[in-house]
């Protein structure tokens, strides 16, 4: 059975700073590694990384997946309160037809 | 273009009903996910529907079934409410041969049982 575990399970920060969520996960025939974020209930994809691509930037934020340690790692730089939210990793295997793993996820809040 | 919708946004049950969510897929999208979010918890899949048929289940009951439309609209069903059924309710739209990330998610249906 395939298995996300994030941590940690939740993060209290103030405005500037740097956070740095982790993700390990076990999954058969690995495809993809995804970040998540929800602010309200939608959640809305942040990364996506495969093998072929093991790390991902986009303005303050960026991933990287590590293939041996089966593991991923979120970082938000310059932190924001508008970044409050938790963060969601899943992993889809091979063949999965967008089937997605969900962890329990990281609620990061950022304090002014 | 409208992302996608699911109804209604909140519910409350009482143990022993049924209940029935509806989600409709974004445009272009032919493909619905059904998963289920505990307080404090990610979302675990139920099931896929893809040409009217479930196409992919997850490790829930039988109490849980679906049902796709020919329009790709989808429902939700769960028969003899339990209190553990408590949850978000997340639709998740995609086409058959996408790939993962874009794979949209509904706003969800707040499902409470008393």
């Known amino acids: 059975e395939d298995k996300v575990v994030q941590s940690p399970l939740s993060l209290v920060v103030h405005e500037g700073d740097t956070v740095t969520l982790n993700c390990s996960y076990e999954?058969?025939?690995?495809?993809?590694l995804l970040w998540y974020k929800q602010e309200k209930k939608a959640p809305t994809f942040l990364f996506m990384l495969?093998?072929?691509?093991i790390e991902k930037k986009s303005g303050r934020l960026s991933s990287i997946l590590d293939k041996k340690e089966l593991s991923s790692i979120l970082n938000i730089t310059a932190t924001q309160t508008g970044d409050s939210a938790i963060y969601l990793c899943?992993?889809?295997?091979?063949?999965?037809?967008?089937?997605?793993?969900f962890g329990g996820g990281t609620r990061l809040m950022v304090k002014p | 273009d409208a992302g996608v919708t699911q109804s209604p946004t909140h519910l409350i049950k009482t143990r022993g009903q049924q209940v029935t969510l509806r989600c409709s897929p974004k445009?272009?999208?032919?493909?619905v996910s059904w998963y289920q979010q505990a307080l404090g918890q990610g979302p675990q899949f139920i099931f896929q529907?893809?040409?009217?048929?479930?196409?992919q289940r997850g490790n829930f009951p039988d109490r849980f079934s679906g049902h796709q439309f020919p329009n790709y609209s989808s429902e939700l069903n769960v028969n003899a409410l339990l209190l553990g059924d408590s949850a978000l309710y997340l639709c998740?739209?995609?086409?058959?041969?996408?790939?993962?990330?874009?794979?949209?998610f509904g706003p969800g249906t707040r499902l409470t049982v008393t």
């Open positions: 495969t093998s072929s691509g």
């Open positions: 998740a739209s995609s086409t058959r041969t996408g790939v993962s990330y874009e794979q949209y």
């Open positions: 445009s272009g999208h032919d493909t």
């Open positions: 529907y893809y040409e009217e048929e479930e196409r």
């Open positions: 899943a992993v889809e295997p091979n063949n999965a037809g967008n089937m997605l793993t």
């Open positions: 999954v058969t025939n690995f495809r993809s």
